[in-house]
């Protein structure tokens, strides 16, 4: 698949196969993936946990609160994403352009990983409705959770949804001198 037919495919994932784990060499790629998201100044100013089994059931309940999310439930394996200190580098960026680049850093690799993991067959769904103390607690960190993504196959017959998206003139300026 190229990049393009990658965008295509993917799509939040709301209706995951329970049955079907994910294969360990597909969560490796995924992960090699993400450690070359690029981030400011290479920081990679956060840190992912990977929760499988039972711990991936209580995480997806931390998803869940006021209703929320209750597909989670379903999926084999979520990732706790948590932010980490900036390298010094790019700390003083942020402080001088006053810019938080911890939360793009971060909103990059969710794209990596949830590319990738369309490319290896596998349904994401990128969750930033969660219980940050319970996630922490649960998972043992000591910074800020900003994301989970849910990973998993798709159940039999889910179908590619179409895309809702803006047209290009609603997106794009071309300035030219």
């Given at each position: 698949?190229?990049?393009?037919?990658?965008?295509?495919?993917?799509?939040?994932c709301r209706s995951y196969d329970p049955?079907?784990?994910?294969?360990?060499?597909?969560?490796?790629?995924?992960?090699?993936?993400?450690?070359?998201?690029?981030?400011?100044?290479?920081?990679?100013?956060?840190?992912?946990?990977?929760?499988?089994?039972?711990?991936?059931?209580?995480?997806?309940?931390?998803?869940q609160g006021m209703g929320m999310n209750?597909?989670?439930?379903?999926?084999?394996v979520l990732l706790v994403i948590s932010?980490?200190?900036?390298?010094?580098?790019?700390?003083?960026?942020?402080?001088?352009?006053?810019?938080?680049?911890?939360?793009?850093?971060?909103?990059?690799?969710?794209?990596?990983?949830?590319?990738?993991?369309?490319?290896?067959?596998?349904?994401?769904?990128?969750?930033?409705?969660?219980?940050?103390?319970?996630?922490?607690?649960?998972?043992?960190?000591?910074?800020?959770?900003?994301?989970?993504?849910?990973?998993?196959?798709?159940?039999?017959?889910?179908?590619?949804?179409?895309?809702?998206?803006?047209?290009?003139?609603?997106?794009?300026?071309?300035?030219?001198?």
């Amino acid at each position: 698949m190229n990049f393009t037919e990658i965008a295509e495919q993917r799509q939040s994932c709301r209706s995951y196969d329970p049955t079907r784990a994910v294969e360990q060499e597909k969560l490796d790629a995924i992960l090699a993936t993400a450690r070359l998201s690029p981030s400011a100044c290479n920081g990679q100013p956060y840190h992912i946990t990977v929760c499988k089994g039972e711990a991936a059931k209580a995480v997806a309940k931390a998803t869940q609160g006021m209703g929320m999310n209750k597909f989670a439930t379903d999926a084999p394996v979520l990732l706790v994403i948590s932010e980490k200190p900036y390298v010094a580098s790019a700390a003083l960026g942020a402080k001088v352009k006053k810019n938080d680049y911890r939360s793009i850093d971060i909103g990059i690799l969710a794209a990596y990983i949830t590319a990738e993991a369309t490319a290896q067959g596998l349904g994401t769904c990128i969750l930033g409705w969660l219980d940050d103390k319970k996630l922490r607690e649960f998972c043992h960190l000591d910074a800020p959770v900003r994301l989970v993504i849910t990973l998993g196959y798709a159940k039999e017959g889910d179908p590619l949804r179409p895309k809702k998206r803006k047209e290009l003139v609603e997106l794009v300026n071309v300035i030219e001198n």
